[in-house]
């Protein structure tokens, strides 16, 4: 009688099993530098008008150029004569005065607007949205032109107006009306961007949460002020960060309407058209320099002074 010894089974190896799941460096490799080769384009134009100017900027900003001295090394000396500059400080005065009133003018008006059509579900509502968008849509210069000829009081349609009931056209652009002028320029072009943020905010908003306020007795208006609201406070934030730092930058409207405001816009009107005249009209490059990274300080200095109090409450409306 014979016994016949049956084969062991092969222990499976795993070598076949750690080759398939070991990283592939060389896919991944590939793969990044695919990456890289796609952003390369925006890499470029970004360090070639933003990253590189600005470290020009600075590099001039650090030094002073004299007829008779020529260029020397000043360091922070024309910072600490930007920040005693009187022109400076009248135009960083008049933008922070113009922030102060425009941001919460903007902030209703686009804010009431976004509550307002997020009720309407209809044709009206999408004709609506596209007609308060579309003022951002225009180029701030065309924009800026268009404002002009209406304000005007010689060439524009007030003059018509005004003149048929044998009256005269108001300077809208003078020294005590300009101020309102721009706000209502500046709404107007910048409302309906801050509109489109706040209603898309809006429509993330789960409907039921809206039920069961109204089941537990909350009108419309208590709906919008005490569920709707603090609920998008993160992009209220956002479009708040948004305008201040657009309005520190005041430039292109007030350097537009300048030739139809017969003298209030002044070359020291904002920081940056001051910056502007010194740069192009006086040829002073590096104080220029020096006043435009001055108010970029002003800015980071307000942001972040709102950004610490709006964390430190937790929310907008908290």
Do not use: C
């Amino acid at each position: 009688m014979t016994t016949e010894t049956l084969p062991r089974p092969a222990h499976p190896t795993t070598r076949g099993t750690k080759s398939k799941n070991k990283p592939n460096r060389q896919g991944i490799r590939q793969k990044g530098a695919i990456g890289w080769i796609f952003i390369s384009p925006f890499l470029a134009v970004f360090l070639l008008f933003l990253v590189i100017p600005l470290g020009y900027a600075l590099y001039l900003s650090l030094f002073t150029k004299g007829l008779a001295t020529g260029t020397t090394f000043s360091g922070i000396d024309n910072y600490v004569k930007a920040f005693t500059d009187p022109s400076f400080l009248k135009g960083a005065g008049f933008v922070l005065a113009f922030t102060a009133v425009l941001v919460p003018v903007q902030m209703i008006v686009s804010v009431a607007a976004a509550l307002v059509l997020d009720e309407l579900a209809s044709r009206f509502a999408r004709l609506a949205r596209l007609a308060i968008f579309l003022p951002y849509a225009i180029p701030a210069v065309i924009g800026a032109l268009m404002w002009g000829f209406l304000y005007s009081p010689t060439f524009g349609p007030l003059d018509g107006i005004f003149g048929f009931f044998g009256a005269q056209a108001p300077l809208l652009l003078g020294p005590d009306s300009i101020f309102g002028s721009l706000i209502n320029v500046v709404t107007w072009q910048w409302a309906g961007y801050y509109m489109i943020i706040v209603f898309a905010a809006l429509q993330g908003i789960d409907p039921s949460i809206y039920e069961a306020a109204r089941l537990d007795g909350a009108n419309s208006w208590q709906i919008a002020l005490r569920v709707k609201l603090p609920m998008v406070s993160n992009a209220l934030v956002l479009i708040l960060v948004f305008a201040v730092i657009g309005t520190l930058q005041f430039f292109t409207e007030p350097q537009i309407l300048a030739p139809v405001a017969n003298g209030t816009v002044t070359p020291d009107f904002t920081p940056n058209i001051y910056a502007y005249n010194l740069a192009f009209t006086y040829a002073q490059f590096n104080y220029a320099s020096a006043i435009s990274f001055a108010l970029g300080i002003v800015i980071f200095i307000a942001v972040y002074v709102f950004l610490f109090f709006t964390r430190k409450r937790g929310s907008v409306f908290a």
